[in-house]
């Protein structure tokens, strides 16, 4: 697996750099040497801000934690990795109607529940060109994580959405 590490605020000790791809290479034998992983350090006030993201083969597995220090933090880290993992592996043999194979898991203890929940709500609604000011306007509105327009400057469906900073993310979708 190829490992990216990137310091955003914050230096990664070459310690750490040697004990996260310890226990990321441990995850090779889900993907074998094709997938690459992106890891990123950061500080937040007085907590450690850990993210980690593996695609391989179009599909990606990403983990976000935030603890007094990095080292706790990929303890938290990569068993949600290796759950994410573990259940696309059973959705794909499912599929395929095979039995699952059984690697032996590094991070977790038991098989995670595989059900995906339902939708119970939906929501039908029409999109009426507004500039994206008047998203802005809405979502706080609103009380809304996000929002979903059509930008009458584009012509494109834009989702607006809220960040963790406070601050506003914007998602263009093409057709």
Same mark, same amino acid.
């Given at each position: 697996?190829?490992?990216?590490?990137?310091?955003?605020?914050?230096?990664?000790?070459?310690?750490?750099?040697d004990?996260?791809?310890?226990?990321?290479?441990?995850?090779?034998?889900?993907?074998?040497?094709?997938?690459?992983?992106?890891?990123?350090?950061?500080?937040?006030?007085?907590?450690?801000?850990?993210?980690?993201?593996?695609?391989?083969?179009?599909?990606?597995?990403?983990?976000?934690?935030?603890?007094?220090?990095?080292? /706790?933090?990929?303890? %938290?880290? *990569? $068993?949600?990795?290796? !759950?994410?993992? =573990?259940?696309?592996? #059973?959705?794909?043999?499912?599929?395929?109607r095979?039995?699952?194979?059984?690697?032996?898991?590094?991070?977790?203890? /038991?098989?995670?529940? %595989?059900? *995906? $929940?339902?939708?119970? !709500?939906?929501? =039908?609604?029409?999109? #009426?060109?507004?500039?994206?000011?008047?998203?802005?306007?809405?979502?706080?509105?609103?009380?809304?994580?996000?929002?979903i327009?059509?930008?009458?400057?584009?012509?494109?469906?834009?989702?607006?959405?809220?960040?963790?900073? #406070?601050?506003?993310?914007?998602?263009?979708?093409?057709?």
């Open positions: 697996m190829k490992i990216t590490f990137v310091e955003n605020k914050f230096k990664i000790a070459k310690r750490f750099k004990v996260m791809t310890e226990k990321l290479n441990k995850l090779d034998k889900y993907f074998g040497e094709t997938a690459s992983a992106r890891v990123v350090c950061s500080k937040q006030g007085k907590n450690e801000k850990l993210e980690v993201t593996i695609t391989n083969k179009g599909l990606l597995y990403r983990s976000e934690v935030t603890g007094l220090n990095n080292y /706790e933090n990929i303890d %938290l880290a *990569l $068993p949600k990795l290796e !759950k994410q993992i =573990v259940r696309n592996r #059973e959705k794909l043999t499912q599929k395929k095979t039995a699952p194979k059984n690697l032996g898991f590094e991070f977790l203890d /038991e098989m995670p529940e %595989l059900k *995906l $929940p339902e939708i119970y !709500k939906k929501k =039908v609604f029409d999109l #009426e060109p507004i500039v994206l000011e008047d998203a802005k306007d809405a979502i706080e509105r609103l009380g809304h994580t996000f929002y327009f059509l930008n009458a400057e584009t012509g494109k469906v834009n989702v607006l959405y809220r960040r963790n900073d #406070e601050k506003f993310g914007l998602i263009e979708v093409n057709f």
